[in-house]
């Protein structure tokens, strides 16, 4: 079995939990521990990605290319890895963040829309830097639409693209296909992300590598969107357990845990029905609220809606279609009472 | 796919997380809602079944066969099932339990202890309820062992045989070894029930089912000893997702974990670096506390002490051997300093 690469993604997409609340303390001593436990990739970067600090988005407390600096800072071994999803970052940005310190890049785009990273990650080969895509929303295309962006971002001199289940819905199965027929048609390192909607993110991630992903994240306490990431304290001792090599310290993550679970942590990331409904029906949590709201307003089940636009592949934008879904729903109760 | 039974255990193995302090009236409003959700089996005694009750185990706050009768006034169609562990609950217990109205009881023993369990499953048959035998422990013994224990309860006239992840500490792999080879030896149903220790309840879960368990086991909100069991709500969703039939209503058990977050889960019950450790050293939770104990006394690191315990396959009453095992750690540190 080939060593297997974590990047710990508590100080990116846990940045959604604390509210985009990160202090420059709190990641210099994480990604301090984190170095020291041996964790080769660390990603501090908004919860959206670098420029992700926005009115729409949320604000962060402290510029993302002020963090990336102190977490560089004591990095030792480990590589600042920074995503950029692009749109909302720009290629001005990356080198901004290069600058502060920040080696890797992982270009994220919608699962159909690969295309928009060629320049990203163009840009961050010609800085020197390790670029990785990462294909959101992976669930709702076909492992073959899959296959066919992830060749795209291959083209583009991406060194590793990752399958990325952004809404935590992907069954093992839908995992199993993903990555074996990506390992079958690129020559470039193949990524795991996980959101443990369905408490599936562990076992989805052990999934993975035996399908031959050799580039799996995890965060601390789980801190991360929805019902949270791959929790890594958790899938370092069952790694240990099964004999695969990560290179990380058991009992200094535990350590970190217990720190991050006391001082950070704002509530516990256990499944609540919201983020698992998410999980059921493939769709963002940003789309929660909108849910909810639609469903007072007609009168109808807001699970109901959210099924239906899991069903419609929405995607982040599209939350003006909740309204339609809704009086849709509406209309058929009403035809079959 | 044969249907498949879930027995919810969040009024017996989730006792144990309000330390045995359910109402009958939380009884009777939960009972009363899983059973018009379409839950078949519904498990209420004390968190070490019955006659648990008791200055070593904790007293509860009402006589189980109190609780056992407010839920059989109110379970429509699912049955009430008890847990017996022998040594604690008696044949006495039994005969009163079925008075109460319980149809169902599951003899849990030991994984090598399976022979204490002949009089209860025989009585339990006498008394016309389904027994079920309900091996503890079961990643300690080799799967030959499993069956060898399994195939002694199948003797005995048990309906049924579960293997049980008492401390959540196996991977898929360990479930895997064990259902197949009790499905290809026992002509009875086979069960499986799961901790969530290392994050793979409900994926080792979807194990068993592929390897021919029928009966599986979950709990509401993951109310449960430990990180608690399989979250019955998020089961429910995968197996929905997957096609597989159980009966449950989904919205309904969502609504109900809904009421269960909102008015009995004391803390949510995620996965704390103090359960982790449990699931990966393979001990009960009770040992938690002792080994932390110990640790101080000697001067070693308490991680340590339950790693070595998991390895020499400890069982509940062996806190004695808990000190001897870190004064020998002690020793070794100071031969290899």
Redesign the interface.
Known sequence: MSQIYLTEVALRDGSHVVAHQFSSEQVRYVTKQLSEAGVPYIEVTHGDGLGGSSLQYGFSKEHDIALIRAAAEVAGDSKITVLLIPGIGTIHHLKEAYEAGARVVRVATHVTEADVSKQHIETAKALGMEAFGFLMMSHSASPEKVLEQALLMESYGADAVYVTDSAGAM??SDVQNRIRLLRAHLNIEIGFHAH?N???????T?VAIQEGATRIDGSI??LGAGAGNT?T??LV??L???GIETGID??QI?DL??YV?ANILP???????GS??M??AGVYSSFLRHAHIAAEKVGV?A?DILVELGKLNVVGGQEDTIIEVAQKIAQQKVGSA
């Open positions: 069954l093992p443990n369905l408490s599936l993110a562990v076992a989805n052990l306490c789980c929790q304290e958790v001792a069952v240990n357990r099964m058991l009992y535990l845990a217990d679970r509530h516990p990331q256990d499944i609540t029905t698992l409904v999980g059921y089940d699970r």
